[in-house]
């Protein structure tokens, strides 16, 4: 079975451009996760949907940030104008259900100089 | 973030030892999980905890939920060098349903 799948894999991009990141959860899986993991905060929870409808985005940076999932197979992560300390690595997760395991792509590693 | 107290935080170990290492919480969690992580890829869900006393094994790996549900602790036994990465407990539960996760364990296993 395919796992969670994200695109791109990296991402170098100037500082202001608009960065989209994308996230197709393990099929049958009701909930998605975006997370952002760098060397001083570890892993951090920026928002999750459950039945595509977003929960708890209260780890969101701030409104440069932005996320959606118009259906269960698809979801995007946007940050828009992009900043040198938004570099990190993005990872998406998916649960068949709450509260259970959850299962992580292999993420995407963003530079933004 | 929050995140849970996860000791030790690294090991360096020859191959064929033993491995344990433990994450406790102030708070209680529902659901304990244990993940690996390697370089440049995300995290690998290796054991999945769901009742208070539980005690689950996946091959060398044995993990177990803590009857307090405050704590978790994970065994690897006979390391092999294909063990190092940085395990991460994490722990489930209340409203939420957000994950917290510990500050990692970083294994180097020498051949």
């Known amino acids: 079975d395919a796992g969670v799948i994200q695109s791109p894999r990296h991402e170098v991009t100037e500082m202001g451009q608009e960065v989209t990141l994308r996230c197709k959860p393990i099929s049958g899986h009701n909930s998605l996760f975006w997370y952002r993991q760098t060397m001083m905060r570890g892993l951090e929870l920026l928002i999750y949907f459950n039945n595509n409808v977003p929960i708890d985005d209260s780890g969101m940076p701030e409104d440069r940030f932005s996320a959606k999932m118009p259906n269960a197979s698809f979801s995007t992560l946007k940050i828009q104008p992009s900043e040198p300390r938004d570099s990190a690595v993005y990872f998406c997760?998916?649960?068949?259900?709450?509260?259970?395991?959850?299962?992580f792509g292999p993420g995407t590693r963003l530079l933004v100089l | 973030g929050q995140q849970l107290n996860q000791s030790p935080q690294s090991m360096f170990i020859q191959e064929g030892e033993d491995v344990s290492m433990n994450c406790t919480s102030s708070s209680i969690f529902n659901t304990w999980l244990w993940y690996k992580q390697e370089p440049g890829e995300g995290p690998v869900l290796l054991i999945a905890l769901y009742k208070a006393g539980e005690l689950t094994s996946n091959g060398r790996l044995t993990a177990q939920f803590g009857i307090t549900r405050k704590d978790s602790f994970l065994n690897i036994s006979a390391s092999i060098p294909s063990d190092v990465g940085i395990y991460f407990c994490a722990g489930l539960g209340g409203a939420t349903n957000k994950l917290i996760f510990g500050t990692g364990t970083l294994l180097a296993v020498q051949p």
């Open positions: 997760a998916s649960s068949p259900e709450l509260p259970r395991a959850q299962y």
